[in-house]
């Protein structure tokens, strides 16, 4: 009984669907036609508003399964059709064309579905040749789009049971009028070429067969899917299909109804070369095609003379074309995302070594700071070169501890970098202390040598060079000055261990350096930080603030070697690392050669992909190891017609995780309101704090990451290189 029954067309808004959906509608069906509509809704104005209809607008990757609440059959037609416009992105097609078809089909046949009728297609047969295939002949996709269409008909029809049944229909190559005409499939493009240029083509030498059905007969089958009994159709696919023809002899019928010259081109071979038999459906279902070739080529051109198609070359008569266009369209704009996935902008690497240390660790009954912080601090020690290495529950703690240890209080400046996290100058603040800010260098964003003089007051204590993005600063020239001043230097390596400078490990230079464990840095320890030093005072000194200013740590304490008491030697700070984060630590160092090995790799790739664009990365200076923590680019903002958040917000919509690092502290309120300062005070930090914006960059990336950003990156690039601003990214830039 049809009238009540609710049917849902996947795909409705296209060649097919927008043909099927009126005449269901007209059969009485109340239809929900869902569709993405690349190709613009207008392909269901003549049944617009009508009571039972109701229109949806999603994505089959997405779809919502509430919206088969009410349900009775579903005819899944959505995919990226013709060959060329599948081979534009593999993976697009097989999520649409097969992993969302079967995903459907089975919340389906959980939800009550009774019948789900699959599009195929009879190219999945691929090159058979003279042979009259049947549906017992064996496949042979050629194409992506043969192959998405074989794997999703298989597992479709293997879902078939008493309650659910699913049918695939391979249709032949279609032809005829629709509102959502093509002007790419092959009767419809002759017919085309024919009417306007009266000249045919026929490509891969003619000589390849080809079944071929009108458009009013594909839906009408599917209007007999939906009719039969079910015991009909369960778990069965058919050819449907009018007539077999060679590619040639329909250059011929064309030329016959409407007159044109035939120009073979037997050099491009068509490996598509097959003819099929459609006897199973008549004699199953009682379906037999009503419209030959004639017909369909007699409308079209018919239509093509009438001037009911003003511009026959627009986009949205042709697949490939405006695939293409969706494609290259920023999502943010609507376009297709480049991921459907988000990309985190970093994730650290874990395995089971760590996972296995945790454990033991926690089953040891001894989970604070104790061997195996021990252990983790002597690795440190032997990998930097370094005399001692003090581990700390975060960086922070470490430059905090290290300031301190240097004797940074009330009154006293530090020279410090204001392209950087916020610690490096708030410790100095805790001190009592001020952060003189120095400008960067504009190509590296590390601190500028050749401005550090001019900052250097009697106050003045102590200089904390920030590694930005894993790249050492020019450590010989900040060195010397420090020294001809007498000023500590304390390095905020964050973003470095493993650099190296002139052969030195960062780490082995200076009174004090720092480094991070935070879980997306190069290694990780959870939370964590190690500060290293050949200082012996300093690091005693450095232990016993960061452990409330007392002689001995808890391992010391506690265990059946310990001493009886402990001394407050001085005020001190609870920043101790914990075993649980030692036991990370211990499985990470030894990863972190690999590490950087991949961040170095894909670091490479991103070079080569950006060399043309309208944007820099960071400079890399000679006789350095680049620890390649981040990578960072500057946006040339004149050649782009959008601005660096702009920018961010496009690739987010690309399903890319992105960073910014960092906005200057001078232009932060606290900087602003506390020591007045200006923007244009520092005006190279002021200038790449509008520019720069960081990439993912870690090694759980796969290369196919790393290439789907570079893709997005280029595609953001290429759409608003020298564009005036979009209003829809100046909208989202507002939100």
């Given amino acids: ?143 992506t789009y043969a192959k998405s269409k074989v794997e999703a008909e298989q597992k479709i029809l293997a879902l078939s049971s008493p309650t659910f049944h699913t049918v695939a229909l391979r249709k032949a190559t279609l032809f005829g009028m629709s509102s959502r005409m093509r002007f790419d499939l092959a009767v419809n493009v002759m017919t ?27 839906a009408r089958a599917y209007q007999t899917c939906l009719s039969v009994p079910v015991e009909l159709v369960s778990g069965q696919a058919f050819n449907v299909a009018a007539q077999n023809l060679k590619i040639r002899e329909l250059a011929e019928a064309v030329t016959r109804r409407v007159g044109a010259e035939v120009h073979l081109v037997p050099d491009d071979t068509d490996k598509r070369d097959y003819r099929v038999s459609a006897s199973r459906i008549e004699q199953t279902l009682g379906f037999r095609p009503e419209r030959d070739i004639e017909s369909g080529i007699d409308s079209i051109a018919a239509a093509l003379r009438n001037g009911e198609f003003k511009n026959t070359q627009d986009a949205r008569y042709y697949t490939l074309r405006t695939l293409k266009r969706v494609l290259e369209t920023p999502a943010i704009q609507g376009g297709e995302a480049v991921r459907q996935m988000f990309l985190p902008f970093a994730l650290p690497q874990i395995g089971k070594e760590e996972e296995d240390e945790v454990v033991d660790t926690l089953r040891s009954g001894w989970i604070t ?18 005399r001692h290495a003090v581990a700390f529950n975060s960086c ?5 501890v290290g300031v301190a240890a240097a004797g940074i209080g009330p009154g006293d400046e530090v020279i410090t970098s204001p392209i950087s996290w916020p610690a490096a100058a708030s410790v100095v603040i805790h001190q009592g202390g001020k952060p003189v800010f120095v400008d960067v260098e504009p190509d590296t964003l590390n601190l500028d040598p050749n401005r550090i003089e001019a900052a250097i007051t009697s106050r003045t204590k102590a200089i904390i060079p920030v590694h930005m993005a894993g790249q050492p600063c020019d450590m010989e020239a900040i060195s010397r000055i420090a020294n001809r001043h007498k000023l500590a230097v ?15 490990k960062i780490g082995s230079l200076s009174l004090a350096t720092t480094f991070s464990f935070y879980p997306i840095k190069n290694m990780t320890t959870i939370e964590g930080g190690v500060l290293a030093t050949d200082d012996d005072e300093f690091a005693e000194n450095a232990r016993i603030i960061g452990n409330h200013g007392i002689s001995r740590d808890a391992w010391k304490r506690y265990s059946s070697q310990g001493p009886l008491h402990w001394q407050l030697l001085r005020p001190g700070f609870k920043y101790n690392m914990s075993d649980i984060q030692a036991s990370v630590g211990l499985h990470q160092l030894p990863r972190l050669e690999g590490f ?14 950006f060399q043309d664009l309208p944007l820099r990365p960071l400079a890399r200076r000679l006789g350095i190891r680049h620890a390649h923590h981040l990578y960072i680019v500057l946006l040339e903002l004149e050649r782009l017609g959008i601005t660096r958040d702009e920018f961010l917000l496009a690739l987010k919509a690309e399903n890319i995780g992105i960073g910014v690092h960092f906005i200057s502290l001078h232009l932060h309120p606290y900087y602003q309101e506390v020591q007045h300062m200006q923007p244009q005070d520092l005006p190279v930090a002021y200038d790449v704090s509008q520019r720069l914006l960081s990439l993912p960059l870690y090694p759980k990336m796969t290369v196919a990451d790393v290439n789907q950003v570079i893709q997005a990156v280029r595609k953001i690039a290429a759409a608003y290189a020298t564009q005036a601003k979009p209003a829809a990214m100046a909208a989202a830039a507002g939100r």
């Fill in 192 to 218: 085309l070429h024919a009417v306007e240029k009266k000249q045919i083509y026929v490509t891969g030498g003619g000589e390849q067969w080809r079944p071929f059905l009108h458009v009013r007969d594909a």
């Fill in 396 to 400: 922070t703690a470490s430059l905090h």
């Fill in 1 to 143: 009984m049809r009238a009540g029954q609710t049917v849902l067309i996947i795909g409705a808004g296209g060649y097919l669907g927008s043909v099927l959906t009126p005449m269901l509608l007209d059969d009485g069906y109340r239809v929900v036609a869902f569709d993405k509509f690349y190709f613009g809704r207008e392909t269901l104005a003549a049944v617009e508003g009508h009571p039972h209809l109701r229109v949806i607008e999603g994505d089959v990757r997405t779809f919502d399964p509430s919206l088969l609440e009410g349900v009775h059959s579903v005819l899944y037609m959505a995919a990226l059709s013709n060959d060329p416009a599948c081979e534009l992105d593999a993976a697009w097609t097989t999520a649409v064309n097969r992993d969302a078809a079967i995903h459907i089909a089975e919340l389906c046949r959980e939800r009550g579905v009774q019948r789900f009728v699959f599009a195929s297609s009879c190219s999945v047969y691929g090159a058979g040749g003279d042979t009259v295939l049947t549906e017992q002949s064996e496949v042979n996709p050629v194409s």
């Fill in 490 to 504: 304390i390095e905020d390596a964050a973003h470095a261990i493993g650099a190296e400078y002139r052969g030195r």
């Fill in 596 to 609: 950087l090995r991949t961040r170095e790799e894909y670091a490479g790739l991103y070079d080569a992909a």
């Fill in 369 to 386: 700071t104790g061997p195996k912080t021990k252990r983790f601090e002597d690795m440190c020690r032997e990998y930097l070169g370094c």
